[in-house]
């Protein structure tokens, strides 16, 4: 696979002939007024209005669409696909607005150098953010086209109609919109109003639609940035440190240098990289290199066997989220339960990796990040070069969710390719870097007390303690080779993510009506391990935390547990998902049988996102202490579900990702070192053992705002598991993962 151009600009790109770049305003043609100028004398200058997603950052139509005079539509998106299925999701908000074929819109994502500065693809925001935008933008872009068709064809825009890229009006002539772009430039912001179509007359939105990243990446096609080929290109390894603080206090690298194929050895301070021909004689150089390195280490690590107590010891920053400043007087007969968290890893399939090129004064790199232009500026800053003189272009991939080792794969390709300039540098790491050196998800602690009157709940409280689950690049201190260079970069002072989203406290306020409710988040600064986001960030802990406690508080009121979750409940939605997975479940029917249990979780993320209900039923062997989660029903919520088998798919691979991590997954370390360095070391859940079936039901919202589905399933998937065997077993476990030895230790074998 050729590279795309390093050096072409987006100004370049739309620049090209015979093709309308639309950003305009809707005014004259949609939405009748006056002249502004008029309008405005002797009056106060008027506040820009409210743009819905991300136009409000991005407010220039020409950021978003581009028509050609062939009738090829380009759609550009900040955002990334991360095998979530925004590309198809992002297409089909685009061509039913345009009232186009899918297949005749050509898709941009994020590229510093061609789309729309997103930030992040995070928090389960790209339908909210991007396709809201692009959704608006492709409707005004629709009234302009009308509005142009109305003048040429001297018809009122009343007569006219739109289909497959056609307007015609009903006297039988018709225009394309290649016809109507030719000579075209009209350049202001977007309207506040856009004139959507009525959601009764979708023709794309809401229909189940293939994805149209699956055939290349089934078909062996250079879709991920680790298969990527230029011309030229060489292989650089980079040695990493034994653990965090290491120092290299010596290399003899002389031998290392004539090995064949070799053509430069970078040393930066402690940093220290090998660039070859070809890839495998960078890896025999790596390792010969790593063999030669003299480090100076230090335990800086907590004890493994107190971790939990350590970390709770750690200075906290303390927030009241809910509830007065003092502890609710919680009266006698109350409830209290500390559930645990480990840190984990994304567990990427396939190690990071990014290619960089020095040429002309420009650095480009192409990078799996899920942000190209905060990628882009870390880098910028770390080379001491001015932003406008780095290019991040995003390629796929192999399974992130949150922040892993890609941005600082970007940042090894940036400075090896910048010792090296006039050839393509591929920086692939190895499977024990990714493990030891990406930023892991949080450990966690929480402790939840509550008191009941009857079935009610009366009073509760609710603490969570964590580390920050942000520290996402920029600024260069976020990369880890940043730290490792001759002049480094310290990391910058940890922040708590505030709510309404949250970071360690998000869906720590709970979503049920409770008369007396306390939330404190004790934010711990100090971080023991590398940390930073892991798909749906507090949200998995809180969630398995908060509904695993529902589930006890039920037993104790001997109220069903659906029951009691929807006595504190008066949510409508909130409802309705609840009822549609039980239904669908068979949890009013369900027939126990030995060795078998049935569990719930419901949450709706960050409390303004999509809502989620998980009903799971487990096997336990009480002899061995396997847990074989048996079958899983979902219903899920997302407000007007674009395609249906995108929300399906997203809402499988969380309860799947979710029971690995329940099940299986923690780091291991000792007091130097990360110890959990490889698949055996840190196991993930197997084909073999995912549920026989999981049933998605989903609820869609016509017309309403898309509210997001990546990280629903997470919290309530964890929650649901814990009280399936919980329910099996007859015992609370309240400490995750629940690996055979701790639910062989519960059940006392």
């Known amino acids: 696979m050729s590279a795309p151009s390093p050096v072409l600009s987006r100004r370049e790109f739309l620049a090209r002939g015979g093709a309308l770049v639309v950003s305009f305003s809707l005014a004259p043609y949609a939405f009748p007024a006056a002249p502004q100028e008029a309008q405005n004398v002797g009056k106060e200058p008027k506040k820009e209005p409210t743009l819905p997603g991300s136009l409000k950052n991005s407010p220039m139509l020409d950021s978003w669409i581009r028509i050609d005079a062939d009738g090829t539509i380009t759609v550009f998106t900040g955002k990334v696909e991360l095998g979530q299925g925004i590309k198809t ?12 074929d899918p297949r005749s819109i050509n898709l941009i994502t994020a590229d510093t150098g061609r789309t729309p500065n997103e930030a992040y693809t995070a928090g389960s925001q790209s339908m909210q953010d991007s396709a809201t935008a692009i959704m608006h933008a492709a409707s005004q872009v629709r009234g302009i086209l009308v509005g142009l068709a109305s003048q040429r064809l001297n018809l009122p825009p009343e007569q006219l109609t739109v289909h497959l890229g056609v307007i015609r009006g009903n006297d039988g002539r018709s225009i394309t919109y290649g016809q109507l772009v030719t000579g075209e430039s009209l350049h202001v912001r977007a309207a506040e109003r856009s004139p959507l179509r009525d959601p009764k007359t979708r023709g794309v939105i809401g229909k189940p639609m293939h994805r149209v990243d699956i055939p290349a990446k089934v078909s062996g096609s250079a879709i991920y940035v680790q298969d990527l080929r230029v011309s030229g290109m060489v292989h650089a390894r980079v040695v990493r440190p034994p653990s965090y603080g290491a120092r290299l206090a010596s290399i003899d690298s002389a031998r290392i240098q004539k090995m064949p194929g070799v053509l430069l050895i970078v040393r930066n301070g402690n940093y220290l990289a090998v660039i070859a021909e070809r890839e495998y004689q960078s890896i025999l150089a790596m390792r010969a290199l790593a063999q030669s390195a003299k480090w100076e280490e230090r335990s800086a690590l907590p004890p493994p066997a107190d971790v939990y107590n350590y970390f709770q010891r750690l200075p906290t920053q303390d927030y009241v989220d809910l509830g007065g400043a003092a502890d609710i007087a919680i009266g006698p007969g109350a409830l209290t339960s500390t559930y645990r968290r480990p840190y984990q890893m994304h567990a990427s399939i396939g190690p990071s990796c990014a290619v960089g ?27 001491k070069a001015p932003a406008e003189r780095v290019r991040v272009i995003h390629m796929e ?55 009941l009157d009857g079935a009610n709940v009366a ?66 600064p100090g971080m023991p391990l590398r940390v930073s986001a892991l798909r749906a ?29 929807l006595r504190h409940l008066d949510d409508a939605r909130a409802r309705d998902v609840i009822s549609a997975a039980a239904e669908r479940f068979g949890w009013s029917q369900y027939r126990r049988q030995r060795g078998r249990g049935r569990g719930f979780g419901f949450a709706r993320y960050k409390n303004l996102a999509a809502y989620c209900a998980v009903a799971l039923e487990v096997e336990v062997d009480r002899e061995s ?60 859940m197997r084909f073999s053992n995912v549920p026989e079936a999981i049933d998605v039901h989903i609820i869609t919202r ?29 015992v609370r476990m309240r400490e995750l993962p629940f690996t055979r030895s701790r639910v062989k230790a519960a059940v006392g074998f």
């Not at 999701?89 to 186009?100: M, S, T």
């Not at 040429?359 to 880098?379: E, N």
């Not at 507090?538 to 009121?557: C, P, Q, R, T, W």
């Not at 997954?665 to 196991?683: M, Q």
Request: charged share 15%; glycine share 8%; proline share 8%.
């Open 357 to 383: 090129l020095a040429k002309d004064g420009m650095i480009t790199v192409w990078s799996h990040t899920q942000g190209v232009y905060p990628l882009r500026d870390a880098i910028a800053e770390l080379l």
């Open 702 to 730: 016509p017309g309403m705002p898309f509210l997001g589905t990546g990280e629903a399933a997470q919290g309530p998937t964890a929650a649901a598991l814990a009280n399936a065997i919980a329910d099996a077993i007859g």
């Open 537 to 565: 960030l507090g949200a998995y802990h809180n969630v398995f935390s908060i509904e695993s406690f529902m589930d006890e508080l039920a037993a104790v009121a001997r109220v069903d547990p659906i029951d009691f979750r």
């Open 459 to 524: 009073e509760w409280q609710y603490e969570v303690w964590s580390n920050t689950h942000n520290n996402r690049p920029s600024p260069a201190g976020q990369l880890a080779p940043a730290w490792h260079i001759e002049t480094p970069f310290a990391p910058p002072a940890p922040k708590p993510i505030p709510l309404p989203t949250g970071g360690g406290n998000r869906n720590a306020l709970p979503i049920y009506k409770f008369q007396n409710a306390r939330v404190v988040h004790h934010f711990v």
């Open 397 to 451: 991939g192999s399974g992130c969710y949150g922040h892993n080792g890609a941005d600082d794969a970007g940042a090894d390709a940036a400075l090896i390719a910048n010792a090296f300039p006039g050839r393509p540098v591929r920086v692939q790491w190895m499977r024990e870097d990714e493990h030891a050196w990406e930023p892991y998800g949080p450990l966690m602690v929480s402790t939840a007390r509550a008191r």
């Open 625 to 684: 202490g396997t847990v074989r989660p048996v079958r899983a029903v979902a219903a899920i919520d997302s407000g007007e579900a674009v395609n249906p088998d995108g929300i399906r798919n997203q809402t499988e691979g969380g309860i799947i990702q979710s029971l690995s991590w329940s099940l299986y997954e923690a780091v291991t370390f000792d007091t130097a070192r990360i110890t959990s360095r490889d698949w055996s070391t840190y196991p993930i």
């Open 89 to 100: 999701a992002i297409i089909q908000v685009a061509a039913e607005e345009l009232v186009v």
